[in-house]
C-alpha cells in the first residue's frame, strides 16, 4: 500500500509559528508532526509514502526523507495537487492524509483493519470539543452519507480527520474533482484550495461506500497555536504517562532524588540529590537537572538540557532540546529547542525556539473573573481551555518585568523593552519600547526620618 501525506499547510491561524514552518513540521513531544506519521507508516509497513509540499518548503524535508527512505517528496502548489495525485494514485489501495493531524498509530491501524474488512473508509472524530462551522464534518449513519464543508451541528455528527483508504472506486473520480468544496450550508463561502474530502463527497454523490472509523485514542487538527498545546499535552499524557522504565547505563541519578513514576533518562544525564520528579518522564541525552528542582508528571525534557536552582515545570510540560530553565523559574507549557527561561519568570503557552524570557517576566495571569479568554485570530474569536495561553513567535526576546496579559501572541523576531504590559497581538519584527515617563527629583534627607 501507498501513503500521500499533504503537508503544505503553514495556516495563517498558526501565527507566530507559520513565518517559515510547515505546520506539520511543528514538535510534538519534541518530534515533528510529519516524523510521528512516518514512524507510525513504517510501523504499519506502508511500502512507500509520499509528501506533497510547497516547492518553497521542500528543502525543510529532506532530512526527513532520507531518516525514512520509503518516504520521497513531491512538490507542487496548493493549485497543482489534484493534478499530481492523478499521476501518483494510479495504483491501488492509497492511504491519503491531511499532514497536521495528530493522532494514534493504533486509530490508523483500526482504519487500515476497515479498509481489508468493508473497503473505503475513513477516520472521523465524535469528541464533543470541535466546532462544527470551522471544519469539515460528516453525516453518519451506519456509513457515512455525506460530507459538509462547515456546516451548522445539526446537519452532522462527527468530524473528519482528513485521513482515508480508499481504492480506484474513488481514485477514479480524481479527474473531476474541483479546488474547493461545494457541500455547504446555504451562503457558505469555501475558498479554492485543495480538500481531500471533496473527492470523497464526489465519490458519495455516485453512490461509492465510505466507511466510517471513529476516534478512540486522540485526535488534534492542528490549525491554532493552543493546537500545539492541546497535542503535546495529549502525547504527555497518553504516551509519557504509559512508557516503561527505561534508563541509560551512563546516566547519574542521586538515591536522594525521588522519582514518583517510570522514567526514560538518555545517556550522560544527571539527576541531582533533592530533584522530585512527581511523575513518569522522558529526559533526552546529556540533560542536567539540579538540586531542588521539581518536574510534574509526565513531562518531556530534550537533549542538552538544564533545569537547575529550584525550577518547577508543570504536568504535561514540553522542554525542547537545549533549553536552558533556572533560578526559580516556572515553566508550563511548550518551549521549543535553545530557550532561555530564568531569574523568576513564569511562563505558561508555546515559546519559539531561540526565544530569551527576561527576568520577572509573567505570563497569562487569570482575569479577575477567573473566566476563560478569548483569542482573536484574524479577526474572529475562539475560547477554549487553552485559548488563554502566550504565544512567542521565534528568536524573539522578552524584557525585564514583562506582564503579558492572557491569550497574547508576539510575532517571529521581536524585542520588549523592560516593563511593559503587553495586552494585544505583536507582528512579525517588531521592537516595543515604553513610552518615557517624566522623571520627578525632590530634596530628600534625614529630616524625613525625624533625625
Known sequence: MK???????????????????????????????????????????IEETILICDPVEARQFRGLTEEFPFSRIVSAENRQIWEALENLCSEQPVLLANGDGFLSVLDLKRLLSSYEEKGNSILLNQIEDFRSTECICADVQDKVVSLYGHPRAHYVNAQSC???????????????????????????????????????????????????????????????????????????????????????????????????????????????????????????????IGSGCIIGKNCVIGDGSQVLHYAKLSDNTVLGNYVKVGFTAEISGVLFDYVAAVHNCEVYGVVGSYVDIAAGVQMAILRFDDQMVSNTVLGKRYVTSLTNGIFI????????????YPGVKVGYQCALGPGLIIDHDIPDHQLVLPEPQPVQIRNWNSGRYGW
Open 3 to 45: 501513503a500521500v501525506l499533504f503537508c503544505g499547510g503553514k495556516g495563517r491561524r498558526m501565527f507566530p509559528f507559520s513565518t517559515y514552518r510547515p505546520k506539520c513540521l511543528l514538535p510534538i513531544g519534541n518530534i515533528p508532526l510529519l516524523k510521528h506519521w512516518l514512524i507510525a507508516l513504517q510501523e504499519m509497513r
Open 162 to 288: 482528513g485521513v482515508a483508504i480508499i481504492d480506484n472506486s474513488v481514485l477514479r473520480y480524481l479527474h473531476t474533482t474541483q479546488y474547493g468544496f461545494h457541500k455547504l450550508p446555504c451562503g457558505g463561502m469555501p475558498d479554492s484550495s485543495f480538500y481531500l474530502e471533496e473527492l470523497l463527497q464526489n465519490a458519495l454523490e455516485h453512490q461509492i461506500d465510505l466507511h466510517p472509523v471513529f476516534v478512540c485514542d486522540y485526535y488534534t487538527d492542528l490549525n491554532f497555536p493552543w493546537d500545539i498545546l492541546k497535542s503535546n499535552i495529549q502525547y504527555c499524557q497518553k504516551i509519557v504517562q504509559g512508557q516503561q522504565d527505561q534508563r541509560a547505563a551512563s546516566a547519574e541519578i542521586s538515591e536522594k532524588a525521588i522519582i514518583g513514576g517510570n522514567l526514560q533518562i538518555g545517556e550522560r544525564s544527571v539527576i541531582e540529590a533533592g530533584v522530585i520528579i512527581e511523575g513518569a518522564c522522558r529526559i533526552g541525552n546529556d540533560v542536567r
Open 393 to 404: 513567535g521565534d528568536q524573539s526576546r522578552t524584557g525585564v518585568g514583562n506582564i503579558f
